[in-house]
């Protein structure tokens, strides 16, 4: 039998790196096992088990929790689970109108970051503050620390020249930025590895590898932001599409907006970015005489109970329902995840309206997907930057992100993990 992830005449180094990851994979989702309950999960003998066990024991990546004892005569287990200090990576994360630069462990959790809330700058002005980021960041970790850094994840959205007046966004600033290949310029200015992806497809991998995905294999992934961005986990394999844009459900034609506050459509057509997004609700908390400058703003107009935020969640969902309906009638996947920049409950009150409003325009013979609240809030996109030199090094999945497997060796800092690369 073939093992998912693995071409047809893979040789035998192949398979070992794979099996290596599938161990990482499966300790990742159950916080703690046995030698023997790996063994088990990843199909693999006690002699290959063990070979992998020392491996990555030696490279740092795993660590001895205790034993167990399952009540039998035999000897207590010694359980297992993933080291924290075992690699690091830095996430860069690029929006109109932000900059977040964020470094975690092998756990995903942060431990520092620099954010800017700001209209985005010239690509040169906006690379050398990322790169004088980047260092100081890595100023903290201590030298042992420095071996383990697994690289830089850069997250933005494609094509940021575009949209801009369903976004309410000067031309002039973003035109340099369709033509300038930030992540080779991080490369250079940095000396290490970047490894980039729209930012939907970055924060739909972060919750495959951190989050709801170390149970669920199959998701739609929506992120609500300034923009709204997607993603499409199918297998526990996040889909890019020929050009990386498959999930960009913000270019979705639905109908024009109910709100006074929408813009005016040429053609009686509208794109999902211009109703279910932040930007359209900071509109329309403007022209409801609310002052917005940050999503805080808007987290606090939702908490006041002020009704244009329901108005906004009413004509967001009204556009939301039918392109769900849409995805689910090509994708099939039993559920939706959805995330925002913002919470304070307004994600709950949001997804509570989209599950009624799904139920309520379900197809013959069709039931809706479940709805969940993803599990990393504002810090998905920063996070799921950071999430993709790791996914690269460290996934049974991760051929995604690379050119081709045979051509992926991670030959800078992390020389130690070669043998998983």
Same mark, same amino acid.
């Given at each position: ?49 063990g ?16 034993k ?39 756990d ?5 970051r ?37 690289g ?17 966004l000067?031309?002039?600033i ?14 250079? +200015?940095? *000396?290490?590895? $970047?490894? /980039?992806?729209? =930012?939907g497809? %970055? &924060?739909?991998? #972060? ?10 294999d ?19 394999d ?5 050009t ?5 459900v ?36 403007? +022209?409801? *005489?609310?002052a $917005?400058? /940050?999503?805080? =703003?808007?987290? %606090? &107009?939702?908490? #006041? ?18 392109a ?7 994708l ?48 998905a996109?920063a996070?799921? +930057? ?8 460290f996934?049974p999945? %991760? ?23």
């Amino acid at each position: 039998m073939e093992r998912p992830g693995i071409r047809r005449g893979s040789n035998s180094a192949q398979l070992r790196r794979y099996n290596e990851r599938l161990v990482l994979q499966r300790l990742r989702r159950a916080g703690e096992a046995s030698k023997a309950e790996l063994a088990r999960a990843a199909d693999l003998t006690n002699t290959a088990i063990g070979g992998i066990i020392r491996k990555l024991d030696d490279l740092g990546l795993i660590e001895e929790v205790g034993k167990r004892h399952d009540g039998g005569r035999g000897q207590p287990a010694t359980m297992l689970r993933l080291n924290p200090a075992g690699a690091y990576g830095i996430g860069v994360r690029l929006d109109r109108r932000s900059i977040e630069t964020i470094l975690i462990d092998f756990d995903g959790t942060p431990l520092a970051r620099r954010a800017y809330d700001m209209v985005l700058p010239q690509p040169d002005e906006a690379l050398a503050m990322v790169a004088r980021d980047v260092h100081a960041l890595l100023d903290r970790l201590a030298p042992p620390a420095r071996e383990r850094f697994a690289g830089i994840g850069l997250a933005l959205p494609y094509n940021l020249g575009a949209w801009l007046r369903r976004l309410d966004l000067p031309a002039e600033i973003f035109r340099r930025w369709d033509d300038f290949d930030f992540a080779a310029g991080l490369e250079e +200015a940095t *000396g290490l590895p $970047v490894f /980039s992806e729209n =930012d939907g497809n %970055a &924060a739909a991998i #972060a919750e495959l590898f951190y989050g709801l995905g170390r149970s669920v294999d199959d998701f739609l992934y929506l992120f609500i932001g300034p923009a709204i961005g997607g993603g499409i986990v199918v297998k526990g394999d996040c889909l890019r599409g020929s050009t990386g844009n498959a999930g960009d459900v913000a270019v979705i034609a639905v109908a024009p907006g109910r709100l006074g506050s929408s813009p005016k459509s040429e053609d009686g057509r509208e794109l999902l970015i211009t109703r279910a997004s932040l930007n359209a609700l900071g509109r329309h908390l403007q +022209a409801s *005489g609310v002052a $917005v400058a /940050s999503p805080a =703003d808007m987290q %606090a &107009a939702f908490a #006041a109970g002020h009704p244009a935020v329901q108005e906004w969640i009413d004509d967001a969902v009204e556009a939301l329902a039918p392109a769900i309906w849409s995805a689910i009638a090509l994708l099939d996947v039993p559920l939706i995840v959805v995330d925002a920049d913002i919470d304070g409950g307004l994600v709950d009150a949001l997804i509570r309206r989209l599950a009624a409003a799904l139920d309520e325009h379900a197809p013959e013979a069709r039931r809706p997907p479940r709805i969940l609240h993803g599990t990393l809030g504002r810090d998905a996109g920063a996070i799921g +930057a950071a999430t993709l030199p790791m996914f690269f090094n460290f996934s049974p999945r %991760a051929s995604i992100l690379t050119r081709d497997d045979e051509d992926s060796e991670f030959e800078t800092g992390p020389a130690r993990f070669a043998g998983l690369t």
